[in-house]
């Protein structure tokens, strides 16, 4: 199957969820970031907000505010198809969108290269962290810029972990997957 017929596959799968279901993963996913010695070391965190039955980041976030990480979150610039981390203080700095998810109220950008870690969605993956979006390439362009040693950790639902997916030059890999059955790609971190 190529891009296109794999999201749409998955996206079918996820869109059929029950919220205990997307919790009960996210719970488990989230403890299991919260360990990870990348997360600890990570001083400025960019994490993605979640969306239509994506592993929720909502709780994830309190624990980094609360613990005085540095959170970025994305700022939609839909004209130039790109996303700018947009450094959030506390919860109510972000506010429900049209599309329904949430974004900052206001735009306080941040240089990439001060980002050590990024909590990444997607719709498809495989054993070899390649990763299938959207399809806009929204991350593919932001994660090519990143400092050299900074980390990126995927997290998706297991189903959305296949053996092996399509890529294209232009895609970027992840350093580590984590899923509510699974950790992949721990031997880099
Ligand atoms: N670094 C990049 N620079 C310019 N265009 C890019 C870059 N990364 C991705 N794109 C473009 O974004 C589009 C979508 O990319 P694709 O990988 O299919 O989406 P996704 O990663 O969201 O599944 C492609 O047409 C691709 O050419
Ligand atoms: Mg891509």
Excluded: C, W
């Excluded at 017929?5 to 029950?18: A, D, S, V």
């Excluded at 998810?101 to 990444?120: A, F, H, Q, T, W």
């Amino acid at each position: 199957m190529d891009k296109k017929e794999l999201r749409k596959k998955i996206l079918t799968i996820r869109n059929k969820m029950t919220v205990e279901d997307v919790e009960n993963n996210s719970r488990i996913i989230r403890n299991k970031i919260i360990n990870l010695d990348i997360y600890k070391k990570s001083k400025t965190v960019f994490i993605y907000m979640d969306f239509k039955n994506e592993v929720t980041t909502s709780i994830l976030i309190k624990n980094m505010l609360s613990e005085g990480k540095r959170v970025l979150v994305p700022f939609t610039d839909s004209v130039n198809t790109a996303i700018i981390p947009s450094e959030i203080f506390k919860e109510s700095d972000l506010v429900l969108n049209p599309f329904g998810y949430y974004e900052p109220k206001n735009l306080l950008s941040v240089p990439v290269e001060e980002i050590d870690l990024v909590i990444v969605p997607g719709v498809v993956f495989d054993k070899n962290l390649n990763r299938i979006g959207f399809g806009k390439g929204y991350y593919d362009r932001i994660l090519a810029k990143l400092k050299a040693s900074a980390k990126k950790i995927a997290v998706a639902h297991d189903f959305q972990l296949l053996d092996l997916i399509p890529t294209e030059e232009h895609d970027i890999k992840m350093d580590i997957l984590v899923t509510e059955k699974r950790i992949i790609g721990m031997d880099t971190s």
